[in-house]
Nanobody
Framework: QVQLVESGGGSVQAGGSLRLSCAAS????????MGWFRQAPGKEREGVAA???????RYTDSVKGRFTISQDNAKNTLYLQMNSLKPEDTAMYYC??????????????????????WGKGTLVTISS
């Protein structure tokens, strides 16, 4: 059974940084697509960033240049480094994953409907 557990959320002032982690377990396939999503109060969940098992990354426009998604395969952990945080980044952040097909190349997007496995989220609050 695949489990994803997020950590690293917290409260920081605007302009600050946080690093989120997502520990994955129970996933044995070497090919995957993983992503970070967020849901602000009263809003729909949106994709933030995604990375595939080849290291190819994609970001939503609002976080480009500020957020970096990365992975440590030895630790089975996904990260999201968030810099220059803004109040509008306040949200519950979720980690998600799916398998990649053997033929799949550069098709890992932070799209909610694509993901199969989800964590329970970690809360990020940015004050002005």
């Amino acid at each position: 059974q695949v489990q994803l557990v997020e950590s690293g959320g917290g409260s920081v002032q605007a302009g600050g940084s946080l690093r989120l982690s997502c520990a994955a377990s129970g996933y044995t396939d070497s090919r995957y697509c993983m992503g970070w999503f967020r849901q602000a109060p009263g809003k729909e969940r949106e994709g933030v960033a995604a990375i595939d098992s080849d290291g190819y990354t994609r970001y939503t426009d609002s976080v480009k240049g500020r957020f970096t998604i990365s992975q440590d395969n030895a630790k089975n952990t996904l990260y999201l480094q968030m810099n220059s945080l803004k109040p509008e980044d306040t949200a519950m952040y979720y980690c998600a994953a799916r398998r990649r097909a053997s033929w799949e190349q550069r098709l890992c997007f932070p799209r909610e409907g694509d993901m199969i496995y989800w964590g329970k989220g970690t809360l990020v609050t940015i004050s002005s």
